[in-house]
Nanobody, 124 residues
Framework: QVELVESGGGSVQAGGSLKLSCIAS????????MDWYRQAPGKERELVSR???????TYADSVKGRFTISQDEAKRTLYLQMNSLKTEDTAVYYC??????????????????WGQGTQVSVSS
């Protein structure tokens, strides 16, 4: 099993920036795909950005050009740099991993795991 802990959320005015971090209790990167999701009140959880195991990065259309996902394998940490924040970015942000790295097989093994979330609030 692996545990994920997000941090870096907070309250900011529109146009501001925040950087979220997600620390894994054991190695996940780069063999496991990892994601950032968000869920706003009354809405379904949506994918914000993903780093796949082959290094492919994808973003939701709503955050392209404003958000940047990155990773630090040595620190077992996934980041989400959020710039030019908008009020509609207000949500709880979650990181997720497809699994963790089995040190014997050097492969990513399930289960898919979620962090507890961190609140981001953007005011006008």
């Amino acid at each position: 099993q692996v545990e994920l802990v997000e941090s870096g959320g907070g309250s900011v005015q529109a146009g501001g920036s925040l950087k979220l971090s997600c620390i894994a209790s054991r190695s996940t990167l780069p063999k496991c795909g990892m994601d950032w999701y968000r869920q706003a009140p009354g809405k379904e959880r949506e994918l914000v950005s993903r780093i796949s195991s082959d290094g492919t990065i994808t973003y939701a259309d709503s955050v392209k050009g404003r958000f940047t996902i990155s990773q630090d394998e040595a620190k077992r940490t996934l980041y989400l740099q959020m710039n030019s924040l908008k009020t509609e970015d207000t949500a709880v942000y979650y990181c997720a991993t497809d699994g963790f790295i089995n040190i014997i097989t050097d492969t990513c093994v399930p289960p898919r795991t979620w962090g507890q979330g961190t609140q981001v609030s953007v005011s006008s």
